[in-house]
């Protein structure tokens, strides 16, 4: 079976960095996602991660360490339009799975 | 061109009922899905159609049974659902299919269904 575990709900202000961290317990690795909803909208991809480290993105980066099934994904000059769920995938052979998503509010 | 098209938006069916969800894109991808997404949960894989054959069905009831006609289009046809079927449902492509390496998905605006 999988596992995907990430915190429910995250505040943060305007500018600030936040970092959203995902820990994965699953059968197989294909690699990691992290894909942004706002509310109402479907799903948008961020980033992919299949090897060990850090890829940046503009202001995303995500990390990666396959050894402790632990994933982060770093936002930075946080805008009131990151306010949305981000939600963590896994997939192996045979399966694509979501965490639960993590509801980010930035306030001014 | 890098759009998944949904319709219809919005279907609301009785139990009795035999709709069909539509799905089409022309990126030229391999891969297309189907998920199911209740209110402030995460997407739940539903099919996978690799090269316009299923290849992953979760289990889901037969009373979701979809269809690849072509590469660029994914239907899901609908009959004698229950209200707890009531969700949205996206779609989403990619260029290769799950059991291959890197593989952004790119999802549809999703049909929101609602089953009375």
């Known amino acids: 079976g999988q596992n995907i575990d990430q915190p429910t709900e995250m505040t943060a202000t305007e500018g600030a960095i936040v970092q959203i961290n995902c820990t994965y317990q699953?059968?197989?690795?294909?690699?990691l996602f992290w894909y942004q909803q706002h509310a109402g909208e479907a799903p948008t991809f961020l980033s992919y991660?299949?090897?060990?480290g850090l890829e940046e993105k503009g202001r995303f980066s995500s990390f990666l360490s396959r050894s402790k099934g632990y994933s982060y994904l770093l936002l930075k000059e946080l805008q009131m339009k990151d306010s949305a769920s981000y939600l963590c995938?896994?997939?192996?052979?045979?399966?694509?799975?979501f965490g639960a998503g993590t509801r980010l509010t930035v306030k001014p | 061109d890098t759009e998944v098209t949904q319709t219809p938006k919005h279907l609301v069916m009785g139990m009795t009922n035999k709709k069909s969800l539509k799905c089409e894109q022309h990126?030229?991808?391999?891969?297309m899905y189907w998920y199911k997404q209740k209110a402030k949960k995460p997407p739940e894989l539903m099919f996978v159609?690799?090269?316009?054959?299923?290849?992953i069905n979760e289990s889901v009831p037969s009373r979701f049974s979809p269809e690849c006609p072509n590469s660029s289009l994914l239907n899901l046809h609908l009959h004698a659902l229950q209200p707890e079927d009531s969700a949205l449902y996206l779609c989403?492509?990619?260029?290769?299919?799950?059991?291959?390496?890197?593989?952004?998905?790119?999802f549809g605006p999703g049909t929101r269904l609602t089953v009375t």
């Open positions: 159609y690799s090269y316009e054959k299923l290849s």
């Open positions: 699953t059968s197989g690795f294909n690699g």
């Open positions: 990126m030229g991808h391999r891969a």
């Open positions: 995938a896994v997939s192996d052979n045979n399966d694509m799975r």
């Open positions: 989403a492509s990619s260029q290769s299919s799950l059991r291959t390496d890197y593989y952004e998905q790119y």
């Open positions: 991660n299949v090897l060990d």
